[in-house]
């Protein structure tokens, strides 16, 4: 039986064995979309009162000290199953899913999110599960988790980008080739500015990943950088998203009255589908405020320029 046949099966015994997860699942069926169209592309909105838990959750190192970490097999609900990969990582259902099939990927070892070093292994999840994507969130632009290594995946054909990227290469991107014969695509779509890497060597992907992963902890000073990734595995070849980000949440989040909008974007919301908890948020959204987070949220101009000469030279 093969990776994704293991995970589809263990969703379906945890759909019947586990009261709360099956409740937010089905919950994924009244949880409403709208969609906002921009020169080429498609941006979505979804009102999902389930994901409160993780769109709001505290970040700070005051409070991940003092919680039980929940990704560790000993801090788990007891009815929570997984599916163990090469001993070193466990497939877990999420428990509170923005995918009809939305799966956690825990590292075995309690150690810091991160990506540096882990980057093939991503690669070799997306093989082993090719009827989903594969995403990471940095510690500080969307991990509920920072202080565990982790990624997550979901079902194909829930993100826009999965049906727009090649038009939005074609109007927006910058493609070359590096010498490690990887496609390697700058893209600035107006929102956000991102690498497209597509090729089949795990290890030339690699190579220019860590050119990326090494401009972003520049970034920051040292620190891990601020990415979201997605990971795709179509027809023997990989296609990874990596986003580029400036800022954590934008100052909506902590605005107070009318102004204040909960959305903490990561991984899923750079893809094209922004998860909003409150009804409220979800029913005053228009495409200025799409506009305007993304603005703040994602790598300047200048800085994106820059990288891309780092990876052209």
């Known amino acids: 039986m093969s990776y994704q046949e293991k995970a589809n099966k263990l969703y379906e015994n945890q759909l019947k064995d ?11 069926e009244n949880a409403r979309l709208k ?3 921009f020169n080429g592309f498609d941006i ?3 009102f999902n009162p389930k994901r409160i838990t993780s769109s709001a959750a505290k970040v700070d ?7 039980k970490c929940f990704l560790c097999k000993a801090n788990r609900p007891e ?22 099939k939305h799966f956690t990927i825990s590292y075995m070892v309690h150690v810091d999110q991160q990506i540096k070093t882990e980057f093939t292994n991503f690669l070799s999840l997306s093989e082993d599960l090719p009827k989903s994507v594969l995403f990471y969130n940095g510690p500080k632009c969307g991990a509920s988790a920072p202080d565990h290594l ?3 995946a979901g079902n194909l054909g829930f993100l826009p980008i999965e049906k727009d990227w090649k038009i939005m290469v074609d109007l927006y991107g910058k493609i070359f080739k590096s010498p490690e014969h990887i496609d390697i695509t700058a893209v600035d779509d107006g929102l956000r500015r991102y690498i497209v890497l597509k090729g089949t060597d795990k290890e030339a992907l690699n190579t220019v990943f860590q ?29 990874v998203f990596v986003f580029i980000r400036k800022l954590h949440r934008p100052w909506q989040f902590s605005a107070e009255g009318d102004d204040n909008i909960l959305l903490s974007p990561a991984s899923v919301d750079m893809g094209g589908t922004l998860i909003t908890p409150l009804e409220k948020d979800f029913n005053k959204f228009t495409k200025e405020d799409i506009y305007d987070i993304f ?10 320029n820059s990288l891309i000469k780092n990876l052209e030279s």
């Open 150 to 152: 982790h990624f997550q």
């Open 44 to 46: 979505k909105v979804q």
């Open 211 to 239: 050119k990326i992963h090494n401009f972003g902890e520049k970034l920051q000073n040292g620190e891990a950088p601020m990415l979201n990734m997605l990971s795709y595995f179509i027809d023997g070849k990989h296609l």
């Open 61 to 67: 190192d005051k409070t991940i000290k003092e919680r």
């Open 18 to 28: 586990w009261k709360m997860f099956a409740d937010n699942r089905n919950g994924l």
């Open 79 to 100: 009815v929570q199953t997984e599916v163990r990969w090469k001993k070193q990582y466990d497939i877990l259902v999420n428990p509170f899913p923005i995918f009809k």
């Open 295 to 304: 603005q703040q949220i994602t790598i300047n101009k200048e800085d994106f």
């Open 35 to 37: 969609t906002f169209q």
